[in-house]
């Protein structure tokens, strides 16, 4: 799957951010939205000179869900972007290398541990802004493994990230690649309705109904 999408789309250059803190900041915006609408809000935390974590905890969460209005349910996410910002300064004094360097478990688990920091966000943060080995499963992962009958219409986020994890090499790089064009590939043909026609991966077993 990964070669024929590879030879399709091409490399992805994801994630698209400056820094890690734009990274780390674009995991919990891009939660349930476009990424059309997270780059609005980045552009607007850019220009209001927030776009870092010690400057996310230092703004008032009030004028922070504003700033962050385009991303969708902004009072929600800027509640989360305000407790992962506080938690990392109490606890790891705004290093996100101090973090990183707990290694991986140690370090999705303390992220696991902040509100509002499921799975899929907390191996987004680590996967692209860590460079540590943690595949990311997003809804068109689990839509795409369901149709071409990888998974069935009970599996969980973790077993569709063990799916991936127990077939490939712990390669962040990798990783991230190959998240990136099941991302695409959502995008572009793997929909709610399907669009078969010139799927990289129309030649594979396939249910275009599931």
């Known amino acids: 799957m990964y070669d024929l999408l590879l030879g399709a789309f091409g490399p992805q250059h994801w994630w698209p951010s400056r820094t890690r803190d734009e990274t780390v900041i674009g995991a919990v915006l891009t939660q349930n939205t476009a990424w059309t609408n997270v780059e ?36 929600v996410k800027a509640r989360r972007l305000k407790s992962l910002a506080g938690w990392l300064g109490s606890r790891f004094g705004g290093d996100l290398d101090a973090l990183f360097a707990t290694g991986l478990a140690a370090a999705r688990r303390e992220l696991l541990g902040v509100s509002g920091i499921g799975p899929e966000t907390a191996d987004a943060i680590l996967l692209y802004a860590g460079k540590l080995p943690t595949f990311v499963v997003d809804a068109y992962t689990q839509r795409i493994l369901r149709r071409h009958l990888l998974s069935g219409a009970d599996s969980d986020y973790e077993r569709s990230k063990a799916l991936f994890e127990g077939a490939l090499s712990p390669d962040g790089a990798l990783y991230g690649e190959y998240h990136a064009l099941l991302v695409e590939l959502g995008k572009r043909h793997c929909r709610k309705n399907a669009q078969c026609e010139r799927c990289p991966l129309a030649g594979l077993d396939h249910d275009a109904d599931l």
Do not use: C, H
């Open 40 to 75: 609005r809000a980045i552009e607007a935390l850019r220009r209001a000179n927030r776009l870092a974590l010690a400057g996310i905890d230092a703004t008032p969460e009030d004028r922070l869900a504003e700033l962050i209005r385009p991303a969708g349910t902004y009072r």
